[in-house]
């Protein structure tokens, strides 16, 4: 981390002076802090007061990324009813941010370079090009020069970007740094939602310096939110954290990523094999393997189409919630040799070790149980069916926040998620879900605060008795029960109200000891619901 710090300052002494910036390429483990990196080296560089733009590759439809990056004119395709600048334009002078730069595909790369090497941008439909001088920042967390010589990527846009590499280590390799940027995050905390100062136990700094961090600095932050949120006395303990383990029966990933990339020499096969080993640790779920992964969902996507890792089904549509990824499978040919075959993770983890067709005769199992649900949404004010960047920045973001509270996600649409608490069971899912909700707001006012264009952000929360049913390994609330909680929820949406967090009377009942509500004004009798402040301190 040192020599990291070195060529930093290196880095910002020589461009202080220079005419044009020379292009920074960062890279890294999802989660180790490359955009913090991209965003110091703007502050503290020779384009200081200049614009900042950081663009997630990952996070933009590919169909919407030429148009998003470069602009486009009126009428240059269907829908475009005005022009519109591109984000480079919108970077002119100052610093732009490309990450996940490995996803772009190969006609957007060659765009790309000319832009570059141009310094300047011609619009989608247009007949000139317009300036467009950038610093120009990106960064990726796989190898790029594997994907290079399998010609995915662009060796001459490479040496573009790659001017001056910057590599950053994995948390795990930290060592004592992660005792300090824990007591950074619980410091920033505890000012944000407004807690007394709490302190970390002898037993959690040995826990923090015994996890392995699979998802790096954006882990270790969301652990520490969580454990001061549901904190009730003055330290925090390992229990509190919360950190769990991969199965001692699995490989560790670090290890085991090492020795599949000194055998093929990719990296990107050592995460391929990782991302394997982690999904079938969570029975090929998606949204599970993401939030032990650290990454958005979008993300792992992204990384699980490039790497080769089949959706069941083929090109068919995933379905939220019960998504399941294919993994390569050794079978016996009757020939004596193995052959290759693809099976779905999720069945492979469900499958029983008696007789093969003792599932068929299972009985769905049901119990009564009260879940929590949450809906949190971005009111963006259009009606298109468009996902927009900032839609989808938005909804990972929630979705980290809602998976790290112990949460479910149980439906995704263009502005908006839905999730459960308390399906799993867990302690005190109403809190939890409340949780979550100040989480989400907290990292849209914190994104403001970096100049973020302002999200209108609105969240409601339900709490109901439910029907649960076990069946294949996996619990799931009764069709109708949910239909009623979603009937509750959009009631709750159009209470009127602008308050970001509204609550039912049935969820308020259970957050009084801990949280500030206000009722809120004008609900009919038997449909009472509650602003949630904050928490009481």
């Not at 300047?120 to 000139?128: N, P």
């Not at 050794?330 to 029983?352: C, H, I, M, N, Y």
Request: net charge positive; proline share 5%.
């Amino acid at each position: 981390m040192e020599s990291l710090r070195a060529d930093i300052r290196r880095l910002l002494r020589s461009a202080s002076g220079a005419s044009r910036s020379p292009a920074v390429f960062l890279m890294g483990e999802t989660g180790t802090g490359k955009g913090l990196i991209a965003s110091l080296l703007h502050r503290k560089g020779p384009r200081a007061g200049h614009p900042f733009v950081d663009v997630n590759c990952a996070a933009i439809p590919e169909t919407l990324l030429e148009s998003e990056l470069f602009g486009f004119e009126r009428g240059a395709f269907t829908g475009a009813h005005h022009a519109k600048p591109g984000l480079f334009q919108v970077a002119h002078t100052g610093t732009i941010f490309l990450d996940e730069v490995g996803l772009l595909g190969e006609p957007l790369q060659a765009k790309l370079l000319k832009v570059i090497e141009g310094r300047a941008v011609r619009r989608l439909g247009g007949t000139r090009s317009e300036p467009a001088d950038v610093w120009v920042i990106s960064a990726t967390n796989s190898d790029l020069r594997a994907a290079i010589a399998e010609h995915r990527f662009r060796e001459d846009l490479y040496h573009r970007l790659a001017v001056v590499p910057l590599s950053l280590p994995p948390l795990r390799a930290r060592g004592e740094d992660v005792l300090l940027l824990a007591e950074h995050f619980l410091t920033r905390i505890c000012a944000d939602y407004g807690l007394e100062p709490l302190t970390l136990s002898e037993d959690a700094r040995r826990c923090l310096l015994g996890h392995p961090w699979p998802g790096n600095v954006r882990e270790l932050a969301n652990a520490v939110e969580r454990a001061a949120l549901m904190c009730d006395a003055s330290r925090i303990t390992a229990a509190m954290l919360d950190l769990r383990r991969a199965p001692t029966t699995s490989p560790a990933p670090v290890a085991h990523a090492r020795t599949v990339a000194a055998e093929t020499g990719s990296l990107d096969e050592a995460i391929r094999a990782h991302l394997e080993s982690v999904l079938a640790q969570n029975g090929g779920n998606i949204s599970r393997t993401a939030a032990a992964l650290g990454m958005a969902r979008n993300t792992l996507r992204s990384r699980i189409r490039r790497l080769g890792l089949i959706p069941t089904g083929q090109d068919a549509a995933p379905r939220v919630g019960i998504d399941r990824i294919a993994a390569p499978r050794a079978v016996d040919t009757g020939a004596g040799g193995a052959g290759e075959s693809r099976v779905s993770l999720a069945e492979e983890a469900a499958r029983p070790a008696a007789s093969p067709s003792s599932t068929a005769h299972d009985l769905v199992r049901w119990e009564r149980r009260r879940v929590t649900v949450l809906r949190t949404e971005m009111l963006d004010g259009e009606s298109t069916d468009d996902v927009t960047p900032a839609a989808n920045l938005f909804l990972a973001s929630a979705i980290e926040k809602v998976q790290s509270f112990g949460g479910r996600v149980e439906e995704v649409s263009r502005n908006a998620i839905e999730a459960v608490f308390g399906v799993e069971p867990v302690d005190d899912a109403a809190r939890r879900a409340a949780l979550a909700a100040l989480a989400i707001r907290m990292t849209v006012a914190r994104a403001e605060r970096a100049a973020v264009p302002r999200v209108a952000l609105r969240v409601v929360i339900h709490t109901s008795a439910v029907l649960i049913g076990h069946a294949a390994g996996t619990a799931r609330v009764d069709r109708e029960s949910k239909l009623r909680m979603t009937r509750t929820l959009d009631g709750l949406s159009c209470t009127g109200t602008e308050d970001p967090i509204v609550v039912t009377a049935a969820t308020a009942a259970f957050l009084g000891r801990r949280f500030v509500l206000e009722p809120v004004g004008g609900a009919r009798v038997g449909e009472e619901c509650y602003r949630l402040i904050g928490h009481k301190t």
